[in-house]
């Protein structure tokens, strides 16, 4: 229902900072949520953070709390995950999705919580 395309990963030096976007086209809605997350090599996707189309409410894992800061812009329907203080172990490739369902609640972390994807973008930080 819901196309996404990630932009902007790559590469940066521990405590740097990076910001990615999430573009989304076709259908969208303010009842949806948006959420990022991540995938290392050998591991399982994991969430990273989560916002309402509203924009009001957001949620984060306890791993990236208070470093990334998610945000929307609704006029640009885009979503943005501003990474700040990245560490080696926020490596991996980066992935924006939509919930299943309208109104699903932002701490709906599981990635099975989310019908749409977007191709990924790979972030890398260097130590």
């Known amino acids: 229902q819901v196309q996404l395309v990630e932009s902007g990963g790559g590469l940066v030096q521990a405590g740097g900072s990076l910001r990615l976007s999430c573009a989304a086209s076709g259908r969208t809605s303010r009842s949806y949520t948006m959420g990022w997350f991540r995938q290392a090599p050998g591991k399982e996707r994991e969430f990273v953070a989560a916002?309402?189309?509203?924009?009001?409410?957001?949620y984060y894992a306890d791993s990236v709390k208070g470093r990334f800061t998610i945000s929307i812009d609704n006029a640009k329907n885009t979503v943005y995950l501003q990474m700040n203080s990245l560490k080696p172990e926020d490596t991996g490739v980066y992935y924006c999705?939509?919930?299943?369902?309208?109104?699903?609640?932002?701490?709906?972390?599981?990635?099975?919580?989310?019908?749409?994807w977007g191709q990924g973008t790979q972030v890398t930080v260097a130590s």
């Open positions: 916002i309402s189309w509203s924009g009001y409410s957001t």
């Open positions: 999705a939509t919930s299943k369902y309208a109104r699903a609640a932002v701490t709906n972390t599981r990635p099975s919580d989310f019908g749409s």
